[in-house]
């Protein structure tokens, strides 16, 4: 008889026995339980109760009131102007399920009438208005296994399914008239594939065989035998993606063509290899737009169809990535460089109506800047000047409406729309529903590095604090390393949970390091040949610098970071001892066997100018592993057991290397998640593991200190 499959919170703890502190099975059983009590809470909120008058309002924040922030995205305005469509993801986490689900809202441009348009168990994503106005597409996994396309009326009703397919729909466009939807599906297992699976004879080869996404074109309506016949458009030896930013591909205003973007194989590897064709829509003949030794992506038709915009990375391109807008005839020819934007790294929204400038949007320091470019070459011109911060930015096919979200670290985020021509933002959203508590005061602070350059950082305060009173201060490192800390909201969902922190009496740092976005090219460059040289300088100029601010207490400090921010903390613990704990969440720990086992061979030869056995000594100077020897900080590893970004196998080498060294060590597996933990349950439990991890090191002591 089977055994009923456990529900999913399935965390696998390894743990240092030599550590006593840690306590042993009956107080793992009482975590486990305390992590019960919590997935109840969260089951009452998803099934929409009011569960916060559980709160107790003077603990402050909790990873609990974390997972309540909904997430909006994919705010977008509807082609006359009038109402705006927008997704709202929250978590589901009854019984055995745990995931997040995202449904589609509409409302007029000023904000009112107001309603859920999709419900359901399954998301409901990447909607996209019909060019009249009167239908949203959609992606959803409803009824099926893999994503498959519906349409809803605006006035509601019952969606429409309008594809039936096994390999999976990642992007789709309707076509100017309306008439047809082109869409990108990954081609699915044969039927031969799929025997052999049954039959457990599925052995492969790596690097042969492998599922490229095509696309395909089909009509709206059905035939009178009430199907909607597909056909292929690109059945070359080609993958159609969106490179490095994303702009898969876009339909002809006369809607005869689609420009889109290709690379050799679906390996995330090949994004320096991207190029742009254009497929002919009656004969599916594909003809190359643009292929040089740059990266070339995000290809957009102008109002007119005479020209396509796109941007161009460097040449060859590199990791920490250059790129610039272009604008080329659709019959080819001699390409158009536009302005050069300030952080070298436009990503294309599309064309203004007038079809004489392109908008594109990147990073300015802690906030996005949209900026114009006129297709006569002139300087860019910045649309949202000011300190407000927006993300997730889109432009409707009109070119004269924006749609985002907005937020602050002490604002949860809401839709907002604005004109293009005159940036006044209008909420059109109010969906989330949090208690009125305190937080942590966030602002933004400089100093000097060693050598004199100036980094930024953001700086959260405990709730409630006190001028003059020192406090413990973690420090949290950013991914990337060309990521940024930018104006969010503090209690949003992380591993990290900033809000929890701050009203525990922390202080929390978030640094800028050399190697971020948002500060120019110069800046972003800085650390190549240089891991845990410079940005390790900078990051230790800011905790000095918050010490002599009179904030931080020299004694109690710790650190944290994911991926590149995995990386540098588990350095840090190699070159210092000033932290008294440490928290490495999917850190790269050895350059040498991650270049072996991750998805991204060329990245670290990139940043480091060679192969391992062609630059040995940098690999070995560079890796926390390489230089473990006689670390003594605490750490806690968390790590997703399918990330294939950065292998788990970078995780156990840290574990092991610590735990034979007799450092106290705990190593935390997070089954079937990737390079980020998606699950909802499990990240509450992620932000729990940190908040234990932490408070055992940095104020069991508390009541002496005070």
């Known amino acids: 008889m089977m055994e009923p499959k456990p529900a999913k919170r399935d965390v696998l703890f390894c743990t240092n026995k030599n550590d006593h502190s840690l306590g042993n099975e009956e107080k793992e059983m009482r975590r486990l339980t305390r992590f019960g009590l919590y997935l109840i809470f969260a089951v009452v909120v998803s099934l929409g109760q009011h ?113 039936d397919v096994k390999g999976g729909i990642s992007g789709f466009q309707w076509s100017p008239d309306g008439a047809h939807i082109a869409f990108v599906m990954t081609d699915p297992p044969s039927e031969e594939e799929e025997k052999e699976k049954k039959e457990k004879r599925d052995a492969r080869t790596v690097d042969e065989d492998l599922k490229m996404a095509r696309l395909h074109i089909m009509p709206v309506e059905p035939n009178e035998e009430g199907e909607r016949p597909t056909r292929l458009l690109t059945e070359g030896n080609f993958h159609v993606t969106g490179g490095f930013f994303g702009g898969m591909f876009d339909f002809a205003p006369d809607g005869t063509a689609i420009v889109f973007t290709h690379t050799p194989t679906p390996k995330i590897d090949d994004w320096p290899k991207a190029d742009i064709s254009i497929v002919q829509v009656s004969s599916a003949s594909v003809r190359s737009l643009v292929s040089t030794g740059a990266a070339e992506t995000d290809p957009v038709f102008s109002p007119d169809g005479l020209s396509i915009a796109y941007s161009a990375s460097d040449d060859p391109p590199t990791w920490a990535f250059t790129g610039r807008v272009h604008v080329i005839a659709r019959t080819g020819g001699e390409p158009n460089p536009l302005a050069m934007t300030f952080d070298e790294q436009p990503q294309i929204l599309g064309w203004n109506a007038a079809g004489d400038a392109v908008f594109a949007v990147e990073s300015d320091r802690t906030r996005n800047r949209v900026y114009a470019l006129p297709t006569s070459g002139r300087e860019a011109k910045t649309i949202n000047t000011g300190d407000r911060f927006i993300t997730g930015i889109t432009l409707d096919r009109t070119g004269t409406h924006l749609g985002f979200t907005s937020e602050a670290p002490d604002r949860v985020a809401e839709a907002f729309v604005s004109t293009i021509n005159d940036f006044s933002p209008v909420q059109v959203s ?49 991914g990337g390393p060309t990521g940024v800390f930018q104006q969010r909201f503090i209690a949003n969902r992380g591993a990290y949970p900033i809000a929890t922190f701050a009203s525990r009496g922390y202080a929390v740092l978030r640094c800028n390091p050399r190697g971020s976005s948002g500060y120019g090219k110069q800046f972003r460059y800085a650390n190549y040949d240089d891991w845990g040289g410079g940005d390790y300088q900078d990051i230790m100029a800011g905790v000095d610098h918050v010490i002599d601010l009179g904030v931080a207490d020299a004694d109690r400090m710790g650190i944290m970071g994911w991926s590149y921010g995995g990386y540098m903390t588990s350095w840090v613990i190699t070159q210092t001892n000033r932290f008294k704990v440490a928290s490495v969440g999917a850190g790269v720990t050895n350059l040498m066997s991650f270049n072996g086992t991750a998805d991204i061979a060329s990245f670290v030869p990139d940043y480091f100018h060679g192969e391992s056995w062609e630059n040995l000594d940098a690999y070995i100077k560079h890796s926390a592993m390489f230089n473990v020897k006689g670390v003594t900080t605490p750490t806690l590893i968390q790590h997703g057991e399918k990330d294939r970004r950065v292998p788990i196998s970078q995780g156990y080498e840290l574990y092991n290397a610590l735990k034979r060294q007799n450092v106290q060590t705990k190593m935390i597996v997070y089954p079937r998640q990737p390079h980020g933990i998606r699950e909802p349950k499990l990240a509450l439990q992620a932000m729990h593991h940190n908040l234990e991890w932490f408070d055992r090191y940095l104020r069991a002591d508390e009541s002496e200190s005070d």
Request: charged letters at 25%.
């Open 51 to 163: 569960a916060f008058a559980w709160q107790d309002e003077d603990a402050g924040w909790t990873p609990e009131l974390a997972l309540q922030v909904k997430r909006i995205r994919n705010v977008c305005v509807s082609p006359d102007g009038t109402r705006v469509l927008y997704e709202v993801s929250v978590p589901r986490m009854e019984e055995e399920t745990s995931e997040w689900v995202a449904h589609i809202h509409v409302a007029d441009t000023d904000g009112a009438n107001s309603y859920q348009l999709t419900r359901g168990e399954k998301s409901c994503s990447g909607g996209q208005w019909s060019p009249d106005g009167n239908w949203i597409a959609f992606l959803s996994e409803r009824g099926a296994e893999k994503s498959n396309i519906f349409r809803i009326n605006v006035q509601g009703g019952e969606a429409e399914p309008l594809t």
């Open 430 to 478: 109010d969906v989330q529903d949090l208690p009125d508590l305190a937080l942590g005061r966030t602002e933004t602070i400089t100093w000097k590095s060693s050598d004199g350059l100036d980094i930024e950082g953001l700086l959260t305060y405990p709730t409630g604090y006190e001028d003059g009173r020192r406090v413990p201060l973690l420090v949290i490192v950013h």
